[in-house]
């Protein structure tokens, strides 16, 4: 086996690995509504593979980043990256928005998980108090605009 064979194998046994988290968490393709378990589709892959969990779709940061991924595809494509799955807190009708303002290539692929289930299986924060009902959500919102996180 060649030592690119043996880096590729220790490559995609990281990736099984990094997304384990996501195993069994469901989130829908945009327009198909068709169901995929992320979990299941990354760690299935023989190709290197992208999934990137953004915000929701009119976030600034998920727009950005959406733009970013657009503009950088053809050199990760010529890295060997086969795919890149979006996957945004968002309903269906608000992805499939954002993709075509965005005229996002087929080869990113954008998903929509409405309830965040995604990232937080895989740990990404929730923010300053995002489950306590008793304060204000202004008082969170400014919270947010101070720093304490969104």
Not at 31 to 60: N, Q
Not at 134 to 140: A, L, Q
Not at 142 to 147: D, K
Request: net charge neutral; charged share 15%; aromatic share 6%.
């Amino acid at each position: 086996m060649t030592m690119h064979r043996v880096a590729r194998a220790l490559l995609c046994l990281g990736a099984v690995r990094a997304f384990a988290p996501l195993a069994g968490v469901t989130v829908n393709r945009v327009p198909s509504g068709e169901p995929l378990d992320l979990g299941k589709a990354m760690a299935d892959s023989s190709t290197p593979e992208l999934c990137v969990l953004g915000t929701y779709a009119a976030d600034f940061n998920a727009i950005e980043y959406a733009q970013k991924l657009k503009h950088y595809w053809p050199a990760l494509q010529q890295k060997g990256l086969a795919r890149c799955l979006l996957v945004l807190n968002a309903s269906p009708k608000a992805c499939e928005a954002l993709a075509t303002a965005l005229s996002l290539p087929p080869e990113i692929e954008v998903c929509s998980d409405p309830t965040g289930a995604a990232g937080r299986a895989y740990g990404v924060g929730t923010g300053w108090r995002p489950d306590d009902d008793s304060m204000s959500p202004y008082i969170k919102l400014l919270g947010m605009l101070v720093g304490l996180g969104a």
